[in-house]
């Protein structure tokens, strides 16, 4: 930590200290992978005027899709060049319907 040069390495009125009783709270976060994707889907899904939601057709990017499945980047990058990801590339960008994606993730949770 770098301190301003005002305050000495043995000034503690620099620091503010923490009340006696203070402790680190920690949130549980489920593992269920099918509850953590029904999760995901309730937060994401919007409705339009016409109560169609618009999620259905709309267009994700790379990083969209890895922070919605919770994988690294080149994890969406190998499964669309591979195929297994339903994916189109534009030029040299991939895209993917979330509707797609969901509808993979089903399938898949499916099979297992």
């Known amino acids: 930590m770098v301190l301003p040069a005002t305050a000495q390495s043995t000034d503690r009125s620099y620091f503010t200290p923490l009340p006696r009783n203070w402790q680190l709270k920690f949130e549980t976060v ?11 889907i309730a937060a994401t899904t919007k409705v339009n005027v016409d109560s169609a939601p618009s999620s259905e057709s709309e267009i ?8 919605f499945l919770r994988v690294p ?3 969406v990058y190998k499964l669309a060049r591979l195929g297994q990801l ?3 590339k534009i030029g040299k960008h991939w895209r993917f319907l979330r ?14």
């Open 73 to 75: 980047k080149s994890t």
């Open 99 to 112: 509707r797609d994606i969901h509808e993979w993730m089903h399938s898949r949770t499916q099979q297992n």
């Open 60 to 67: 994700l990017t790379v990083m969209e899709v890895a922070r």
């Open 86 to 88: 339903p994916a189109s």
């Open 30 to 40: 489920p593992t269920d992978t099918l509850s953590i994707m029904n999760d995901a």
